[in-house]
């Protein structure tokens, strides 16, 4: 959950795509945060949806007739909300909505594909943080010291970077970051 | 290395998108760049309000020197999140970070128009050089390096 933020799921609408084009004409931004579907938190969603495709697709196309150069489109709260995460921090004793749902991993991809180049994710690193530590402390209840969980969370957080990297498909583009660098 | 997030956007934009984590605290840093070196991603940390008031903006922005040190492979933009009109200047002003966002979502479209960052920019052009620091050159980053070199290993 991003702070100071709170979009009530019934007040949550959608980007305006003709609005959007005006926007990047008049302040000639780097990229846009638009709302296509998601918002911030670990309570995003009540079963499964889908992001709004077709609103990415209609800036683009505006952006393209407009005239003005391509133009990123940022993904604001992102995180899947992986089940099986809220399971194991329930399992361990916390209390988190067992119905709360996220984005779809598979839509990153196709987003990107469409403009989508920056996707913001916090929510699914602080439940890794949140599963990590409350399952050491249920397993290890004789222990204080911060370093023992504070290791495992290190690996698991790198494992679960790594792993969005590959949703995302930023993973092995490294060199290709680098050798436009150079040019 | 930081780079600007507009060099990032250069390569990536419809083909793949940018992983963009927030970070607080050190475990996170650490996770985040082995992560990423790991999966030889290029990636964006954010930091945003609430983290640079719990871990005080100048924690986070030595932690991010430190990591660049540390994994000197590591290729990533310094982004602000959810920026009001203070924050982004502090920002901008402190040569460090590659981008900033204001977040005006809940503004009329002439109030978003108006508080948008570029918005202002246009009629501050001597704030353009800030805006794409040119990092080299930046004096933020000469008085930090020298700090670096001064800190013992």
Redesign the interface.
């Known amino acids: 959950m ?4 709170k979009v009530d799921e019934g007040h949550a609408s959608l980007t305006n795509p003709v ?1 959007a084009v ?2 990047i004409k ?6 846009l ?1 638009a ?1 296509i579907g998601t918002s911030h938190g670990a309570y995003k969603f009540k079963g499964q949806q889908s992001l709004h495709f077709d609103v990415i697709e209609q800036i683009r196309e505006n952006v393209k007739k407009a005239g003005l150069p ?1 133009t ?1 489109i ?2 604001h709260g992102s995180s899947s909300v992986p089940q099986s995460e809220v399971e194991r921090i329930n399992a361990a004793g916390g209390k988190l909505d067992p119905s709360a749902r996220g984005v779809n991993e598979e839509e ?2 196709p ?12 929510t699914d ?1 602080r439940l890794v ?1 949140t599963r990590v530590h409350r399952e050491f402390f249920r397993d290890h209840p004789e222990q204080f010291d911060f370093r023992p969980p ?1 290791k495992i ?10 792993h ?3 949703k ?11 050798a ?2 150079k040019a | ?1 930081i ?1 600007t ?18 970070i607080n605290n050190m ?2 840093v ?3 760049f ?3 070196i ?7 940390i ?1 930091l ?3 983290a640079r008031a719990y871990a005080d903006k100048r924690m986070l922005e030595a932690m991010i020197r430190a990591a660049e040190v540390i994994f000197p ?1 590591a ?1 990533f933009a310094v982004h602000l ?2 920026g009001d009109e203070a924050s982004c200047y502090d920002c901008i002003d402190s040569g460090f970070y590659s ?1 900033v ?1 204001i ?1 005006a ?1 809940h503004e009329s ?1 002439d109030n ?2 108006r508080r ?4 202002w920019l ?1 009629a501050l052009t001597q704030r353009e050089s800030a805006w794409r620091p040119n990092w080299a050159n930046s004096a933020g980053w000469k008085k930090t390096s020298r700090w670096m070199k001064g800190t013992p290993a």
């Open positions: 991003e702070e100071d933020i609005e005006e926007f008049l302040t000639k931004c780097d990229s945060a709302a391509p990123p940022v993904m990153y991809l987003a990107a594909r469409l403009g989508v180049t920056k996707i913001n994710i916090d690193g943080w504070g969370f290190m690996e698991e957080y790198a494992n679960f970077i790594a969005k990297n590959g995302l498909g930023s993973a092995g583009k490294l060199d290709e970051v680098r436009s660098l | 290395m780079v997030t507009a060099q990032l956007y250069k390569v990536a934009y419809g083909k793949f998108a940018v992983g963009a984590y927030n475990e996170q650490l996770g985040l082995r992560g990423c790991q999966s030889k991603a290029p990636f964006i954010q945003s309000k609430g492979d290729i999140d959810h981008s966002m977040d979502s479209f978003k128009t948008s960052p570029n918005g246009t």
